[in-house]
């Protein structure tokens, strides 16, 4: 079976799939666990693939890392493995990243594995279409509205040559750390990155990025109704 995890930024994604890993080896050792309830086959063998680091003394970039990585995991992986991949190859542009993440993915579903898979690529929920042991989940987070900061009012004002359209509220995310199913949500494209963003930028860097945002998004719509 394979598991994937969406959810925005900081959500945790990463610890979840951390979490997995050291149940089950504290499980397999006879150890008590922190949770309720622990059901899990026994695991020979445990792989992970996390991280977008260079390699400079093996002369290799973060994708060739990956690569290794991934091609060690995908010809030792079998029936009786437990792999965590989170992100899977980012290292790269969007399209070559969802073309090599879809093909790693289907090698280990053709190995049976126990595959848990965490990713920001929409197009790899396609697997759910072909294979039934491939199942969505999200880690939940939810949007509420805050009152706009003067910096926000006046730089919003600036762009629209001084007439707010906008209201007084923002969008923030309040993270609520469960997981859950996908809510029949595929393929969905948010935006959420640039709203935690907002945290750590100015608020002209922010408008500009939402402008930037919607203008990519005006435009691979276009190239969609065009195909």
Do not use: W
């Not at 900061?149 to 600036?158: H, P, V």
């Amino acid at each position: 079976p394979m598991m994937l995890l969406k959810g925005v930024n900081m959500s945790g994604k990463t610890t979840y799939l951390q979490m997995a890993i050291q149940i089950s080896i504290m499980a397999q050792c006879g150890s008590f666990v922190p949770c309720e309830k622990c059901v899990l086959c026994p695991f020979t063998s445990i792989f992970t693939r996390s991280g977008t680091n260079d390699s400079i003394e093996g002369n290799a970039s973060a994708l060739l890392v990956e690569m290794k990585e991934m091609n060690h995991i995908i010809s030792l992986a079998d029936s009786t493995s437990f792999i965590a991949i989170d992100e899977p190859c980012i290292s790269t542009s969007v399209r070559d990243g969802i073309g090599l993440s879809f093909a790693c993915l289907e090698k280990l579903i053709s190995s049976h594995s126990f595959v848990l898979c965490s990713t920001h690529f929409n197009e790899l929920e396609t697997l759910l279409d072909i294979y039934p042991c491939v199942s969505l989940k999200e880690m939940r987070a939810r949007e509420i509205e805050v009152p706009k900061t003067l910096a926000q009012k006046q730089i919003l004002a600036t762009r629209n040559n001084g007439n707010l359209r906008n209201d007084d509220f923002a969008k923030k995310i309040v993270y609520l750390y469960t997981v859950g199913d996908a809510l029949g949500q595929k393929n969905t494209s948010s935006g959420y990155g640039i709203t935690i963003a907002e945290d750590f930028y100015p608020p002209e860097l922010i408008c500009e990025a939402r402008d930037c945002y919607e203008k990519l998004k005006q435009q691979e719509v276009g190239e969609n109704g065009q195909s």
